[in-house]
Nanobody
Framework: QVQLVESGGGLVQAGGSLRLSCALSGRTFRSYTMAWFRQAPGKEREFVAGISWNGGNTEYRDSVKGRFTISRDNAKNTAYLQMNNLRPEETAVYYC?????????????????WGQGTQVTVSS
C-alpha cells in the first residue's frame, strides 16, 4: 500500500518561498508519477504541478509557471515543490498525489494515491 507524507508547509509573507516535500513509501517510487494539488477554503481542488515517473515531463498550471518548480529524487523516494514569490491567494492545503504509470501523462492522469495535505498560508 502506498503512503504519501507531505511536509514543509507553513506561514510565509507574500513574496516569500517554501519548499514542500512528499515522501512515498510502500512501493517503488520510481514507478510513480507525482503531482501537487491544492484546495483553498470553499474552492475545488486544483492541479498545481506534476512530474512523470522518470522526470521526462513536468507540467504546471499557468499561474505558477516561472515561480514553482517540481522535482524528484528517486534515491530519497521524495518529490518536491519549490514555491517562490508566493501570493496570498495561494493560501491552501497542498496535497501530494501519486499514480503508478509507464506513460508521460501528468495533468491528465487520474491519481489514486493521496497524502493528508500540508497547510500553506501566505500573508499579505
Amino acid at each position: 500500500q502506498v503512503q504519501l507524507v507531505e511536509s514543509g508547509g507553513g506561514l510565509v509573507q507574500a513574496g516569500g518561498s517554501l519548499r514542500l516535500s512528499c515522501a512515498l513509501s510502500g512501493r517503488t517510487f520510481r514507478s510513480y508519477t507525482m503531482a501537487w494539488f491544492r484546495q483553498a477554503p470553499g474552492k475545488e481542488r486544483e492541479f498545481v504541478a506534476g512530474i512523470s515517473w522518470n522526470g521526462g515531463n513536468t507540467e504546471y498550471r499557468d499561474s505558477v509557471k516561472g515561480r514553482f518548480t517540481i522535482s524528484r529524487d528517486n534515491a530519497k523516494n521524495t518529490a518536491y515543490l519549490q514555491m517562490n514569490n508566493l501570493r496570498p491567494e495561494e493560501t491552501a492545503v497542498y496535497y501530494c498525489a501519486a499514480r503508478e504509470t509507464s506513460t508521460q501523462l501528468v495533468y491528465a492522469l487520474s491519481y489514486n494515491n493521496w497524502g493528508q495535505g500540508t497547510q500553506v498560508t501566505v500573508s499579505s
